[in-house]
């Protein structure tokens, strides 16, 4: 629980400050976390917290994740780790639900539904792809489900035909294609580039969770 864990390029000791950038580069969510909170305060008023828990739920999720990855970029141990990796499991969860409940106004069977095949599809990854595959591209095959079900609400965001930022949900996909390259490569760079990558999954991934807010807080009003 408390061993240092070495998994990116700008580490090489377990010192506290052995990733200064990636550490610091979560500060990228805490921006998206404020960026998305005015968007909300412009488009979702007046506030009712029996109808609009949800967004602040999601706002507080990407703060947290921003806070849980500098635990790990910091302190480099597994109780960290899962500080980093959970808040994110549980932002794509909420998201797929949230907007599948509220947006896309899907019963309550169709939604459960959508959870179970996207943790689903999560589990079957882990089981169906060779380890080494997963620790060739530095584990970002992990992310496979997120980035297919966000494919799928990307299109029908789009062909709805009637939600506004038709295509925000296209844009955060094209950082996110841009973000898990980054971070498969983080290792594969180390000796042209002692940095590494992984300082952009964090800057891109942060404008994902932005864009992914902002297709559903443009929206909000109009079907709640």
């Known amino acids: 629980m408390n061993g240092p864990i070495v998994n990116y390029c700008e580490r090489t000791s377990a010192a506290f400050w052995a990733e200064?950038?990636?550490?610091?580069?979560?500060?990228?969510?805490?921006?998206?976390?404020?960026?998305?909170?005015?968007?909300?305060?412009?488009?979702?008023?007046?506030?009712?917290?029996?109808?609009?828990?949800?967004i602040a739920?999601?706002?507080?999720?990407?703060?947290?994740?921003?806070?849980g990855s500098?635990?790990?970029?910091?302190?480099?141990?597994?109780?960290?780790?899962?500080?980093?990796?959970?808040?994110?499991?549980?932002?794509?969860?909420?998201?797929?639900?949230?907007?599948?409940?509220?947006?896309?106004?899907?019963?309550?069977?169709?939604?459960?539904?959508?959870i179970v095949l996207f943790l689903l599809s999560g589990w079957l990854m882990g089981q169906l792809v060779p380890p080494s595959l997963h620790e060739r591209l530095?584990?970002?095959?992990?992310?496979a489900p997120a980035l297919l079900f966000l494919v799928g609400l990307a299109l029908y965001h789009q062909r709805s035909g009637v939600l506004l930022a038709p295509f925000?949900?296209?844009?955060?996909?094209?950082?996110?294609?841009?973000s898990l390259t980054a971070r498969t490569l983080d290792l594969v760079v180390?000796?042209?580039?002692?940095?590494?990558?992984?300082?952009?999954?964090?800057?891109?991934n942060a404008g994902v969770l932005y864009l992914t807010m902002r297709a559903l807080l443009l929206n909000w009003r109009r079907f709640t």
Do not use: E
């Not at 550490?23 to 008023?45: E, K």
């Not at 180390?190 to 891109?204: D, E, K, S, T, Y």
């Open 190 to 204: 180390c000796a042209q580039v002692p940095i590494g990558m992984h300082f952009l999954w964090h800057l891109l």
């Open 138 to 143: 530095n584990g970002s095959l992990a992310y």
């Open 57 to 67: 739920w999601l706002i507080s999720l990407i703060a947290i994740i921003g806070v």
């Open 168 to 178: 925000a949900l296209w844009q955060a996909i094209g950082l996110f294609l841009l």
């Open 20 to 54: 200064p950038i990636n550490a610091l580069t979560n500060l990228a969510f805490l921006l998206a976390a404020y960026g998305a909170l005015r968007l909300a305060r412009q488009h979702v008023q007046p506030w009712q917290w029996r109808r609009d828990w949800p």
């Open 70 to 114: 500098s635990l790990f970029h910091t302190l480099a141990t597994f109780g960290a780790m899962l500080a980093d990796v959970i808040p994110i499991a549980v932002y794509q969860v909420s998201f797929l639900a949230i907007y599948s409940w509220r947006i896309a106004k899907l019963p309550p069977w169709a939604v459960g539904g959508l």
